[in-house]
C-alpha cells in the first residue's frame, strides 16, 4: 500500500496543500492516515478518491457537493463522464488512477474505446504520449511507485504490439530497409515500439532488434541485412562514452547508414553530422519516421 505526503497529493492532483487541509475542515472531506510518530499521509485509495475528486471539481463541481458524495457516487460520476462525455482529459485521468489502483480493466476500457471511436494515432497522440510525459514527470519527483510504472508502460507495450500486428503487409512495396533497436544497456522500449508502428505503417521495411543490442550483434545485422536508416532511442547515460562519442562511433563504423536517435540524452548532444539526425520529443519521433 502506498503512503502519499500531502505534498505528493498537491502534486498528484493539483490541489494546494492549503486548500485540502480547508476542505478537511470545513467539509469533513477526509481524514488522512497518521504514523506512529503522528505523520499524516494518505493511503492508494484516499489518493484515488482526491485524485477523483479534484477532477471533477475542475470540471465544474461544487466541492459542498462532491463533499457530501461517496466514494461509490463519486466514481459512477467519473464511469459517466468515461462513457458518455468522453474526452482525452477525462481518459489520462482514468489512465492515472488505474495505474495507481493496478486496475488492468479500466486501462483496457479507456484504451479500447479511444481507438474504437476514434483511431490507434488519435489515442497515442493525445492520450498515450501525454500520459507517458506525466509518468516521466511524475518518476523525476518521486510520486509515484516503480511498480505501477512497469504496470502501465507493460499494458502500453501490449497494446502498441498488438496495433503494429494489426498493419496489413505489402510485401512487394518497400521504402527504407531500417534497423531499430536500444544501445546496450537502455531498456525504455516504448517510443521504439511506436517508430516500429510507423515506419511499418509507411510500408518501410522493419528489422526490429529490441532493447539492449551489444555492439558487436548490431555489426552483423547491418553487415547482413545493409540497411538504409538505423533508428535508436537513448534515454540513460552511457558508462564508458558520451552520447555524442556514440554517434560519432556508429556514424564512422556504419558509414551507408542514415542515423536517427532520439530520447533524453540527445538533449544533451551537440553533433553535427550529416547523417545524423536528433529528434527531441515522441512527436517527432513519429513525425521523422512517417517521412523517411
Same mark, same amino acid.
Do not use: W
Given at each position: 500500500?502506498?503512503?502519499?505526503?500531502?505534498?505528493?497529493?498537491?502534486?498528484?492532483?493539483?490541489?494546494?496543500?492549503?486548500?485540502?487541509?480547508?476542505w478537511e475542515q470545513r467539509y469533513n472531506f477526509i481524514q488522512p492516515e497518521r504514523t506512529d510518530t503522528n505523520i499524516r499521509y494518505y493511503s492508494d485509495q484516499q489518493l484515488i478518491y482526491i485524485l477523483n475528486v479534484a477532477f471533477l471539481n475542475q470540471t465544474g463541481y461544487k466541492i459542498s457537493k462532491l463533499a457530501k458524495m461517496s466514494s461509490n457516487e463519486i466514481n459512477d460520476e467519473i464511469a459517466h463522464k468515461l462513457l458518455v462525455q468522453e474526452s482525452d482529459d477525462i481518459n489520462i485521468h482514468a489512465l492515472h488512477s488505474s495505474m495507481i489502483d493496478?486496475?488492468?480493466?479500466?486501462?483496457?476500457?479507456?484504451?479500447? #474505446? $479511444?481507438? *474504437?471511436? #476514434? $483511431?490507434? *494515432?488519435?489515442t497515442v497522440n493525445n492520450l498515450i504520449l501525454p500520459f507517458l510525459e506525466k509518468i516521466g514527470v511524475l518518476w523525476r519527483i518521486g510520486t509515484i511507485n516503480p511498480a505501477q510504472e512497469h504496470f502501465m508502460t507493460s499494458l502500453i507495450r501490449q497494446k502498441i504490439i498488438v496495433a503494429i500486428d494489426g498493419?496489413?503487409?505489402?510485401?512487394?512495396?518497400?521504402?527504407?530497409?531500417?534497423?531499430?533497436?536500444?544501445?546496450?544497456?537502455?531498456?525504455?522500449?516504448?517510443?521504439?515500439?511506436?517508430?516500429?508502428?510507423?515506419?511499418k505503417k509507411h510500408n518501410h521495411q522493419i528489422i526490429y532488434m529490441g532493447a539492449s543490442l551489444p555492439l558487436l550483434d548490431l555489426k552483423k545485422a547491418i553487415e547482413f541485412t545493409k540497411p538504409e536508416v538505423l533508428l535508436t532511442i537513448v534515454t540513460i547515460s552511457m558508462h564508458d562514452q558520451t552520447i555524442d562519442e556514440y554517434l560519432d562511433m556508429i556514424s564512422s563504423s556504419f558509414g551507408s547508414c542514415k542515423i536517427i536517435a532520439?530520447?533524453?540524452?540527445?538533449?544533451?548532444?551537440?553533433?553535427?553530422?550529416?547523417?545524423?539526425?536528433?529528434?527531441?520529443s515522441f512527436l517527432d519521433l513519429l513525425t521523422i519516421a512517417g517521412s523517411l
Open positions: 500500500m502506498g503512503k502519499y505526503s500531502i505534498k505528493d497529493v498537491e502534486t498528484l492532483s493539483g490541489i494546494q496543500a492549503h486548500t485540502l487541509r480547508i493496478f486496475d488492468e480493466a479500466k486501462f483496457n476500457m479507456v484504451i479500447s #474505446n $479511444s481507438i *474504437e471511436k #476514434n $483511431s490507434f *494515432e488519435h498493419l496489413p503487409t505489402n510485401k512487394e512495396l518497400k521504402n527504407k530497409r531500417c534497423i531499430l533497436y536500444l544501445p546496450e544497456g537502455e531498456f525504455h522500449e516504448l517510443p521504439l515500439l511506436l517508430a516500429s508502428y510507423k515506419l532520439g530520447g533524453a540524452q540527445m538533449k544533451s548532444s551537440l553533433i553535427n553530422h550529416p547523417r545524423v539526425r536528433k529528434i527531441n
